[in-house]
C-alpha cells in the first residue's frame, strides 16, 4: 500500500513537494502508532432540569373531601334585603365587596391582558351580589385573587367576603365555611394531548396528572383505580405550562375548566365521561348566615331572570354546548 | 576574582589532586556527590588565611548581591503585572459579573412590568428587557473566559449559561399566550421568574461573589511589603557596612572605593524600594477603599433594589396572592437602605453627592410603595397599578426607582474611576524599579569585585 502510493506520487510530485510527500507519509505513520486516546467531551450535559412553576408538588392530602358524603349540601333558603347590622350592611358601608376569585381559569375567572380586566362565569357572579348590595358594582369591588388552596383559610381569618373560584360544595368544606346554592353544575374528566391516543381517568394509570392543591380534583385523581400519579400545582393555569412544556400527561378536573385550557391550545381535547359532580357554589365565612340567604337570593335571580342563560351562552356554551341553570333545593 | 587567588591550595581543586586517601574505586556517581563537600573543605581551608577569607568575603558578597537584584526585580516586576492585572483584568471581570447579575435582575423587573401594563407592549420596555438580556449575554461571555480553572466559578457561570435561554424562551411564550389574551401567559411569566429568583439569580450572586472576593485578595496580595526582598537587601547592606570594618581594621585604610560604591547602590536599592512600594502599597489601598469596596456596597444596594422593584410589581401581577413578595420586598427594602448607608460613610464628594440623591430616592420610593400597597389592599388595584409602573407619575415608584437606580449608577462609576486612578498611580510608582533594582545590584556586585581584588592584590 505504501509502495504503491509513492510510486503513485513520484510522477506527480517533484522536488521539496516529492519530499514533502515522503515526510506527510512519515508522520502519518508516526501518528499511527500507539492509541490517540477518545476524544474529550469539552462541556458534558447530561440531562437537563425543566424549569417548573413555582410550589409543585405531588400529591399533599385530599382537599374538599367527596362530593357525595352523608351530610346535606343544601344551603340556606333564599332572603333579599339589607337588615340594618346586617353583614350586607357592614359590606355597604365599607364601600366595597371583597371577592376573592381566580385569575388564571379561563372563562371563569381569568385576567384579560388585553383589557386589564378580571372576565369570566364567576367574575359575573360577583357583579351580581355587588349589583344588588350597592346598586352598581362598578368601584365597589375589590378583587383579589387566590390560590385554590387558600379558598378556605381566606374565609376563615375573614380577609374576604365571598369566594367565588370553582368552588365545589362538599361536606369537608362545610365544617369550616357556608356555601350558597349551587349557581353551576359541572363534572370531572380528564385534558389530554389529541395525538395521546389517552380516552379517559382508566388510561392514566403510571402517568402524571395535574390538578391545584387542596381541589376535590386532585383528590379524585389520587383514589382513582388506575393510580396517575397526582401532581399538584397552586393555579389551573400553571396545569397547561406542565402539560405544554411535556411535564404532564394529563390535566384531570372540572371540564368547564379542562375546556377553558383546551380553548388556549388547539392541540388539547376533554376526553371521558364525566366521574364526579362538582356543585359550584358561592364560599361565605361560616356563621353568616345573613349573607348566605342574600347571596342566595341573588343567584335565585340570576337563575331565573336570563342572566344565568346569557352568561352561560357568553362563556361557556361555545365550548361545551348549550344547557340550562341547575335545579336548586334549600333545607 | 578567585583566579587571582595562587596560593596556597586551590580551592576545591580536581579530586585527583586531593591529598584525601585515593578512592579510585568509587563510581562516578558517588565522586559527583563528594564534590561539594570537597569543596567546602577548599573554602574552610582557604579561609584560614587572609586573602582566601577575604575572596570567600568577596564571592559571598558578589552572591549576595546578585541574588537580591533577581529576587528584587522579580517580586518588582511581579507586583507591577499584579497590579496591570488588576486594572485590565480583575476589576474588569468583576464589573462584568456584577453586570451579569444585575441586568438579569433587571430583566426579570422588566419583563413583570411588561406584564402590569394592559394592551401591548410598550416600546422602551421591550428596548429595556432586550438591552438587559443582551448585556448579561456579552457579560457572561466575559466572566466564562475568566472562570476556567476556578472551578466554583466555572459552575455558576455554567448554571447561568444553561438556564438563561429557557428563561428568555418562557418570557416569550409567556407573552405569545399573553398576545392572544391567554391567562396561561402569565402562568409562564411566573415560571420564568420563579426559574430566574430560585435557580439564575443565586448562581449570579454566587459568581458575583466569587469575582469581588478575587479582586480583594489581590489587592491584598500586591499591597503586601516584599519582606523577603527587604531582608536580603538589608543583609547585603550589613554585609558590606561589615566587610568595610573589617577591612578597615585590618588596612588601617578608611575607604575602598568599590565597596564605597557597592554600599551606596544597595542603600540605593532600599530607599527606593522602601518609597516606591510604600507608595504603591498606599495607592492600591486607595483604590480599594475609595474605588472597589465601596463599588461593591453599592453594587449590592442596586441589586437588592432591582430585586425589591420585582417584588413590588409581582405583588401586583399576583394580585393578592402575592404576600410572599410583599414579605420579600419588606426583607430587602432595610438591606438596600443599610447599604446605601453604609457606601454613604465610605464616599464623599461627587460620589457621596449621589449617594444622597439615591437615598433621597430610596426615601421616596418606600414612601410611595406603602401607598401602593394601600391602595391594592384598599381595593384600587388600577391606581395601585398606575403608581407602581406608570413612568409619567411623578410620585410614582417607577419615576422614583429610576432616580435610585441612575444616582447608583453614577456613583458606582465614580468608585470605579477612584479606583482605577489609584491603581493606576500605584502602578506608575513602580515606573522603572525592577530594571533599577537590577542595574543597582549589578552595580553593587561590580563595586564589591573591584574592592575586593583591590585589597587581594595587595598580598601579591
Not at chain 1, 412544556?245 to 365521561?273: C, E, R, Y
Not at chain 2, 518588582?76 to 453586570?99: C, F, M, V, W, Y
Not at chain 2, 458575583?208 to 547585603?236: K, N
Request: glycine share 10%; with cysteine.
Amino acid at each position: 500500500m505504501r509502495t504503491f502510493r509513492s510510486d503513485g506520487l513520484r510522477g506527480r510530485f517533484r522536488g521539496p513537494k516529492r519530499l514533502a510527500a515522503v515526510v506527510a507519509v512519515i508522520g502519518l505513520l508516526a501518528v499511527g502508532c500507539g492509541s490517540a486516546g477518545t476524544p474529550v467531551d469539552p462541556a458534558p450535559v447530561g440531562s437537563v432540569q425543566q424549569p417548573l412553576p413555582a410550589g409543585v408538588s405531588g400529591f399533599e392530602g385530599a382537599g374538599g373531601g367527596p362530593a357525595a358524603a352523608n351530610c346535606d349540601t343544601r344551603s340556606l333558603g333564599p332572603a333579599p334585603g339589607i337588615p340594618s347590622g346586617s353583614t350586607m350592611a357592614k359590606i355597604r358601608q365599607r364601600g366595597r365587596l371583597i371577592a376573592g376569585v381566580d385569575q388564571t381559569t379561563y372563562l371563569f375567572g381569568f385576567l384579560n391582558p388585553s383589557t386589564g380586566n378580571l372576565e369570566g362565569f364567576d367574575i359575573e357572579i360577583v357583579k351580581q351580589i355587588a349589583d344588588a348590595i350597592f346598586g352598581n358594582w362598578e368601584g365597589h369591588v375589590q378583587w383579589t385573587a387566590i390560590p385554590s388552596s387558600q379558598r378556605e383559610n381566606v374565609l376563615k381569618n375573614n380577609s374576604v367576603d365571598v369566594v367565588v373560584r370553582t368552588y365545589s360544595i362538599t361536606c369537608a368544606r362545610l365544617k369550616d365555611i357556608s356555601f350558597s346554592s349551587t349557581y353551576y353544575v359541572a363534572g370531572q374528566r380528564v385534558l389530554v394531548p389529541k395525538n395521546s391516543g389517552i380516552t379517559g381517568l382508566a388510561d392514566l394509570g403510571g402517568k402524571k396528572v395535574c390538578a391545584t392543591k387542596s381541589s376535590t380534583s386532585l383528590a379524585a385523581i389520587a383514589q382513582a383505580s388506575s393510580h396517575p400519579v397526582p401532581v399538584s400545582v397552586n393555579n389551573w393555569s400553571d396545569c397547561l405550562v406542565l402539560m405544554q412544556q411535556g411535564q404532564v400527561d394529563a390535566i384531570s378536573t372540572d371540564d368547564v375548566i379542562l375546556a377553558g385550557m383546551a380553548k388556549q391550545d388547539p392541540n388539547l381535547q376533554v376526553v371521558g365521561d364525566r366521574f364526579t359532580q362538582e356543585n359550584y357554589g358561592v364560599g361565605v365565612p361560616k356563621g353568616q348566615d345573613d349573607m348566605v340567604r342574600f347571596v342566595n337570593s341573588v343567584l335565585d335571580t340570576v337563575r331565573t331572570g336570563g342572566v344565568w342563560q346569557q352568561n352561560y351562552n357568553y362563556w361557556i356554551a361555545p365550548v361545551l354546548g348549550p344547557a340550562g341553570p341547575p335545579a336548586v333545593s334549600y333545607q | 576574582m578567585t583566579s587571582t587567588v595562587t596560593r596556597p591550595a586551590p580551592p576545591g581543586g580536581p579530586v585527583t589532586q586531593s591529598p584525601e586517601p585515593p578512592e579510585t574505586g568509587r563510581s562516578g556517581v558517588a565522586g559527583l556527590l563528594d564534590l561539594p563537600v570537597v569543596a567546602v573543605r577548599g573554602i574552610m581551608r582557604s579561609a584560614r588565611t587572609s586573602p582566601g577569607r577575604l575572596s570567600v568575603i568577596g564571592v559571598a558578597l558578589v552572591v549576595l548581591a546578585l541574588v537580591t537584584g533577581v529576587v528584587g526585580t522579580i517580586a518588582t516586576q511581579g507586583k507591577k503585572d499584579t497590579i496591570n492585572d488588576l486594572i485590565d483584568h480583575r476589576e474588569p471581570l468583576t464589573a462584568a459579573s456584577q453586570e451579569v447579575y444585575r441586568s438579569l435582575s433587571d430583566a426579570d423587573a422588566t419583563s413583570a412590568n411588561a406584564f402590569l401594563v394592559i394592551g401591548t407592549e410598550p416600546a422602551d420596555l421591550r428596548g429595556r428587557y432586550d438591552l438587559d438580556i443582551a448585556r448579561a449575554g456579552a457579560a457572561l461571555a466575559k466572566a466564562a473566559s475568566d472562570s476556567e480553572g476556578v472551578a466554583d466559578a466555572a459552575g455558576k457561570v455554567d448554571v447561568i449559561a444553561r438556564n438563561l435561554p429557557v428563561y428568555t424562551g418562557i418570557i416569550e411564550r409567556a407573552r405569545a399566550n399573553n398576545q392572544q389574551g391567554f391567562p396561561v401567559g402569565a402562568s409562564y411569566l411566573r415560571e420564568a421568574s420563579n426559574l430566574m429568583r430560585t435557580v439564575i439569580l443565586p448562581a449570579a450572586s454566587d459568581l458575583y461573589h466569587i469575582d469581588t472576593d478575587r479582586l480583594g485578595a489581590e489587592q491584598d496580595d500586591v499591597s503586601g511589603f516584599p519582606w523577603f526582598t527587604m531582608i536580603l537587601v538589608l543583609a547585603l547592606l550589613g554585609s558590606l557596612i561589615a566587610t568595610q570594618i573589617y577591612l578597615t581594621r585590618r588596612t588601617n585604610r578608611l575607604l575602598n572605593v568599590g565597596l564605597v560604591v557597592a554600599t551606596g547602590a544597595t542603600a540605593l536599592i532600599l530607599l527606593w524600594g522602601a518609597v516606591a512600594l510604600t507608595v504603591q502599597a498606599v495607592l492600591v489601598g486607595a483604590g480599594e477603599d475609595d474605588g472597589s469596596h465601596p463599588v461593591d456596597v453599592l453594587v449590592r444596594a442596586r441589586t437588592a433594589a432591582v430585586q425589591a422593584r420585582t417584588d413590588e410589581m409581582m405583588t401586583l401581577v399576583a394580585r393578592g396572592d402575592g404576600a410572599d413578595y410583599e414579605q420579600n420586598f419588606k426583607t430587602l427594602a432595610p438591606t438596600f437602605t443599610g447599604l446605601l448607608g453604609e457606601a454613604r460613610g465610605l464616599l464623599d464628594g461627587e460620589a457621596g453627592a449621589q449617594v444622597d440623591t439615591a437615598v433621597a430616592g430610596a426615601d421616596a420610593w418606600l414612601k410611595t410603595h406603602k401607598d401602593i400597597r394601600a391602595l391594592d389592599d384598599g381595593g384600587s388595584y388600577s391606581d395601585a397599578v398606575k403608581k407602581a409602573v406608570d413612568p409619567t407619575v411623578a410620585d410614582g415608584s417607577a419615576a422614583e426607582f429610576t432616580k435610585l437606580d441612575d444616582a447608583l449608577v453614577k456613583a458606582i462609576d465614580i468608585g470605579r474611576q477612584n479606583f482605577l486612578d489609584q491603581t493606576r498611580g500605584a502602578d506608575r510608582s513602580l515606573t522603572l524599579l525592577p530594571p533599577g533594582l537590577a542595574v543597582l545590584a549589578v552595580l553593587a556586585a561590580g563595586g564589591v569585585t573591584i574592592g575586593i581584588r583591590d585589597r587581594l592584590r595587595e598580598y601579591r
